[in-house]
């Protein structure tokens, strides 16, 4: 992938090698809190040869302000659309222990990467982070981004669901939009591997198929997190149920 701005990869190693053991902790928000505590800058991880050949730990560095400020520009040209004022997420930040970050009262586990309302920040394990940015390339830092920033534009349109499944489909389709609106307003350009990746990596992601959908925390199956996130992909985020 490569943005307007500069930002590049177009790695297309395949998402299930490392994603597999991530299951749902890729996409999970955490409820409202009363507090959010943020820790001091996360320490980069250790350098050394990347695992697919390609990214490096200064990549990542250098590319995850790109992917945040690519999803800021699209929700910002969203809600001016609408006539509406759009806020940034206050922070985006790393952490690399766990329990360093609490939302709430709820401290974050390492391997993870959330939206905190209570905070208004999105927090993610750098270590955890590059190891996948190094496996798989830059389509990670892209649904990750985008699907966490959906989160914060659903505590900003004030938009509840019943079941968390609903909150994370619908989280899903919004990163799929602002992906696939950002290649065609030429924000963003898909490199060859790039939708496969994606879809393979939805694929690792997608709930056990014996979770009960309405349990807490569930996601979605594979099936359902590649039908909401390509719907938003191919209609943009008309298709979401933003209403």
């Known amino acids: 992938m490569r943005t307007a701005t500069g930002y590049r990869s177009g790695r297309s190693a395949g998402l299930l090698g490392l994603v597999a053991v991530l299951v749902v902790t890729l996409a999970c928000a ?35 302000p790109g992917a945040v400020r690519l999803a800021e520009l699209y ?14 997420v206050r922070r985006v930040f790393a952490y690399s222990r766990d329990g360093e970050v609490s939302c709430g009262q709820q401290p974050l586990p390492r391997n993870n990467a959330v939206y905190c309302p209570a905070g208004d920040f999105i927090a993610y394990d750098v270590n955890w982070a590059v ?21 914060a534009i659903q505590a900003r349109l004030g938009i509840s669901h019943q079941f968390t499944i609903q909150a994370e489909l619908q989280a899903d389709c919004m990163a799929g939009a602002y992906i696939g609106d950002s290649v065609q307003e030429r924000q963003l350009d898909l490199q060859d591997g790039d939708l496969d990746e994606f879809r393979t990596g939805l694929v ?40």
Request: charged residues 25%; hydrophobic residues 35%; negative net charge.
């Open 204 to 243: 690792a992601v997608g709930d056990d198929p014996d979770q009960p959908w309405f349990a807490e925390g569930s996601h979605g199956t594979a099936e359902q997190r590649i039908d909401s996130f390509f719907r938003g992909y191919e209609r943009s985020f008309a298709a979401c149920d933003l209403t």
């Open 131 to 151: 190891a996948a940015f190094r496996q798989i390339g830059d389509a990670f830092l892209f649904f990750l981004l985008g699907h966490e920033y959906a989160h």
């Open 75 to 88: 929700w910002d040209a969203r809600f001016t659309e609408s006539r509406q004022q759009f806020q940034p």
């Open 30 to 64: 955490i409820g409202p809190g009363t507090t959010g505590e943020e820790p001091a800058p996360a320490p980069a991880p250790s350098s050394g040869e990347p695992v697919d050949g390609s990214g490096t730990v200064e990549e990542f560095e250098r590319d995850i």
